[in-house]
């Protein structure tokens, strides 16, 4: 299976960028259907993840997709959030 183009990898880009959490992201990947190794590591590159590596396992570029999108944002919006102590 290949992983989305065009307007489907623009979607799919920005449902990333706004998923709640981790865990939805990894969902709306995993809602694309089994997709190999290499067709993760060119959905990685289509929505310009950086540091993916040839040697990655499915694990590691999954995790790169998913903190290198909604991860990115809930770490900013956690640092930018005034201390809830």
Known sequence: ??????????????SLRAAPSREVAMGLIDDLGPLTVPALRKLAADLEIKGVLGRDPRSAVLQKIVEGTVGQRLRSEAIAAPDRT
Do not use: D, K, S, Y
Request: hydrophobic share 65%.
């Open 1 to 14: 299976m290949e992983p989305p183009a065009g307007a489907m990898l623009a979607a799919l880009a920005r």
